[in-house]
């Protein structure tokens, strides 16, 4: 299926870049960090950064020799038909050429991405489609991308000469898979075998920092790497890669910038200048493309996962690049294009690879909402007032959170924070330094901010975010201050207990549906016997439920619940968020939707979507889940998230300008306070 | 610092088509030599990595197509070059006229802040074709060219007999280097 292709306004030039703003290495800890001995917290191994800064120089120089040659392939339309074995029309792969495709052969204008592939154990010669999807940026309605595909026949080079930089991540060699590491996305997937080791919570397999950096593209384990990440500038130059060496993929990182500016310039056609490339299929991978001003985004992926997930998280990884340095690094590279920002960004490929890593498994990363850790409401409540007490100190906003999910948040008057700065902040935190500046992308792309960060306990952090570079002392205080009433409020022993608890289970999903009380709802923490013996038997909820996310619109949040058998293993859980994410894309396709609901089974699952004004809630049941009983049970699930609301949800407690109208709305519309507008029905 | 820095140089080849442009990055980068002629087709990249000094350099290196269809990829190919390799060969006259024409364009489309002090440097290449007997080119004419053009430096070089290849980037790299650490301050 191919995305349809919205009109983007050409970038002309870059934007202007107001006031004076430095670059403040974030990784000096010794001059912005003055506490970094005297607070324990810092020397915690949870957030410490095992190899920061892999030193480059451990590599060879000569280490280069046997590098491939990356190659770009340019040809015009009189070119490419000599090398083509049919017409365009000709190919057979419904799933990637529709109606559009085939009407856009019409036109005058062809690009050919050509990739090669050397595959040293096939010699069988292989065939590869690419497809290039253009914007164009005059020309009305969403029709007016052009897509061609251009069968060519791969030369398969002599053995010792040099060759071109494709990738074949799809065709698993069996001699590759030996060098298997503990990452995800691995080699050792392409078969979909997925890193399997019994450990439930899929982000605690995984284990922080860079791998695989003696790869490059001549490596067939690089190539076969399901899902890269590539930031270069504009002048083709590496910036970030999440596999292998960055300097050793200048050649890969030029030929991506090749493709993008081939495009921009509107080859042989000046008047087709500034079409953006967004989209590159070939075989089973896509090439997705982001242009932000002077930096380039990348993603090549095999994972099957929609684009616009994918276009999803190259964003974040640009807001992410944002966190660290603000969009005034614009202005380096209108003063020099040569600008080489790598050593700006010396240590944080920590943050990316983490980043990325929760692009697997973190709902926040598509559907741009938060999660709270449960706890009852005067728990939150007792949290949320003592930070409201330093909020009124000049502190702009103040976040209780336990690894991913807010215990308490407020802001300042008039400030409010985007669920997406909350995750890239907290991702940022959780990897790095305890002061820092930092910036936030949606709050102000252009300022810095300074972010105190200190860990109560091994999961729980407070954050403190303000405008002037010296409150560090003031900041100390606050936490100070902070951290005695918590304690004294019972509030940690509370986050601590509903860590190991966990927040709401589906085999809690109550059997009938409550009275308006709400009292038949068990409370989270207070589970029926029963549930721990159907726990054991691996059937999951009432009628086949297997799972549930809940989003709430109004308060950017979500819940979901926690998994358990049969989605016990992180490979099935990471299935289960990819088939999530690829039915929230669908649910929100602008083409086709919004959809109201949605009802799927495949050999995995029953997905149930339903998406009001209010809520959506995304439910996933065993395959063979009877319909009617699978819709009564999602409503529910609905019921039971609306009667343990204050417990899993942060309402009302902050002062946001914008969120207490909300609330207000929330309430006026909603009489009995509850979440749930609507009932689901056959 | 104490981690030392690494440093990418983007490194433009340009060049009449057949000069051997291709040849002479695969000696410099792969150690090999074809007979065979294959055309560019748009663009290739290679990478090389050097120590010069205590410095850790990557060259980027950018292996343009000779052929004049290929000339409207310009802008964005030199955009934040950090040098530039001419290379023309001895045995052809027309490949040296062309180089004002590509010395010239490239300063137009580069538009590098200071086009004077910009590192170029000249290959003049296939020095051992018929133990030099057929060559048009003197060095001379080839040195005062590059005298005339702020005294670029100047290599002959056989890509072939891997004769002066290793010099010549070398060299370039190091006045890239200088040219960077001139613009830092």
């Known amino acids: ?682 | 610092m104490s981690t030392r820095r690494r440093t990418l140089l983007k490194v433009i080849v340009l060049g009449d088509s057949g000069v051997g442009k291709t040849s002479l990055m695969n000696q410099y980068v792969h150690k090999k030599f074809s007979q065979q002629y294959k055309a560019t087709i748009g663009a290739d990249f290679v990478t090389k990595e050097l120590q010069i000094d205590d410095k850790l350099v990557t060259l980027q290196i950018w292996d343009t197509a000779g052929q004049e269809r290929f000339q409207s990829l310009g802008v964005a190919f030199y955009r934040g070059a950090d040098c530039c390799v001419l290379v023309y060969d001895v045995n052809v006259m027309k490949s040296f006229d062309s180089l004002d024409n590509w010395h010239d364009e490239f300063l137009k489309q580069a538009n590098p802040p200071d086009p004077k002090a910009f590192p170029f440097i000249l290959l003049g290449n296939k020095i051992d074709i018929d133990g030099g007997n057929s060559r048009v080119v003197s060095e001379k004419k080839a040195r005062d060219w590059c005298a005339s053009r702020g005294n670029i430096p100047y290599f002959e070089t056989s890509a072939k007999e891997n004769i002066r290849v290793d010099d010549a980037f070398l060299c370039i790299a190091k006045a890239a280097l200088a040219n960077e650490r001139e613009q830092d301050m």
Request: proline share 6%; aromatic share 8%; charged share 20%.
């Open chain 1, 1 to 682: 299926m191919l995305p349809k292709c919205p009109i983007v306004p050409r970038a002309n030039g870059y934007p202007i870049v107001p006031g004076a703003c430095g670059f403040p290495s974030p990784m000096a800890s010794d001059s912005v960090s003055p506490s970094s001995s005297s607070d324990s917290a810092y020397d915690s191994a949870a957030y410490q950064n095992p190899n920061p800064n892999p030193n480059p120089s451990d590599k060879p120089i000569n280490a280069i020799d046997g590098q491939l040659m990356s190659s770009l392939v340019l040809a015009d339309s009189t070119d490419s038909v000599n090398h083509e074995e049919g017409p365009p029309s000709s190919v057979n792969e419904g799933d990637i050429v529709d109606a559009n495709v085939l009407a856009s052969e019409e036109s005058d204008r062809t690009v050919m991405v050509e990739v090669d592939v050397r595959e040293e154990e096939e010699e069988e010669v292989q065939r590869s489609e690419a497809v290039v999807v253009e914007e164009r940026e005059t020309g009305g309605g969403g029709g007016e991308g052009e897509v061609w595909r251009v069968n060519s026949e791969l030369e398969v080079d002599a053995p010792d000469s040099p060759n071109s930089s494709g990738y074949a991540g799809e065709r698993g060699t069996s001699s590759a898979s030996s060098a298997c590491g503990t990452g995800e996305d691995d080699i050792c997937q392409v078969r979909d075998g997925d890193f399997v080791n019994g450990v439930v919570e899929s982000q605690a397999v995984w284990i922080p920092g860079k791998r695989h950096v003696d790869e490059d593209d001549a490596s067939m384990s690089w190539r076969q790497r399901k899902k890269h990440f590539f930031i270069l500038s504009h002048s083709g130059k590496p910036i970030y890669s999440r596999h292998g060496d960055e300097h050793k993929l200048a050649g890969f990182s030029a030929t991506l910038q090749a493709i993008i500016s081939f495009v921009e310039n509107g080859y042989a056609d000046e008047a087709n200048n500034g079409d953006r490339v967004k989209l590159v299929r070939a075989g089973k991978h896509q090439v997705v493309f982001l242009v932000k001003g002077p930096i380039y985004l990348v993603c090549i992926s095999c994972t099957e996962e929609p684009f616009e997930s994918l276009r999803g998280q190259l964003e974040l990884l640009y807001g992410q690049m944002i966190l660290i340095l603000t969009k005034s690094v614009n202005r380096c590279f209108e003063k020099n294009p040569k600008f080489d920002m790598t050593p700006l960004l010396g240590g944080t490929d920590v943050v990316f690879s983490s980043l990325i890593h929760s692009f697997n498994w973190n709902p926040a990363t598509f559907l741009h909402a938060y999660t709270c850790l449960p706890l009852a409401y005067p728990t939150r409540q007792a949290a949320g007032a003592i930070l409201q007490d330093v909020a009124d100190s000049g502190v702009l906003f103040a976040i209780l959170m336990c690894k991913h999910k807010v215990v308490s948040l407020v802001g300042a008057q008039k400030a409010s924070l985007h669920p997406d700065d909350m995750l890239l902040l907290s991702n940022f935190v959780m990897t790095s330094e305890s002061f820092s500046p930092i910036c936030l992308p949606r709050y102000n792309p252009m300022a810095f901010l300074y972010a105190y960060v200190h860990y109560l306990d091994a999961n729980t952090y407070l954050m403190l975010l303000t405008t002037s570079s010296d409150a560090f002392y003031h900041l100390k205080e606050c936490r100070l201050h902070i951290e005695a009433v918590l304690l004294k409020s019972n509030v940690l022993s509370e986050v601590q207990r509903s860590m190991l608890d966990g927040g709401m289970h589906v085999e809690d999903v109550p059997v009938d549906p409550s009275p308006r009380s709400g009292s038949a709802s068990p409370h989270l923490g207070q589970h029926s016997p029963e549930r721990v013996r159907e726990a054991y038997t691996g059937t999951g909820g009432p009628c086949g439920l297997w799972h549930f996310m809940y989003r709430s619109i109004y308060l950017d949040q979500y819940v979901s619940s926690e998994f358990s058998s049969p989605i016990g293993t992180p490979k099935q859980q990471k299935r289960l968020h990819r088939a999530y994410q690829k039915i929230y894309a669908s649910m929100h396709d602008k083409g086709f939707g919004p959809h109201r609901t949605q009802f799927r089974r495949d050999e995995n699952y029953v997905l149930l979507c339903w998406v009001t004004q209010d809520f959506e809630l995304y439910a996933a049941f065993d395959p063979l889940a009877d319909k009617a009983l699978a819709i009564r049970t999602c409503n529910r699930v609905c019921q039971w998230v609306k009667d343990v609301e204050n417990e899993i949800f942060l309402l009302g407690a902050s002062p946001f300008s914008w969120w207490g109208k909300r609330i207000e709305k929330c309430f006026a519309e909603w009489p009995v306070g509850g979440l749930i507008a609507g009932h689901l029905r056959l």
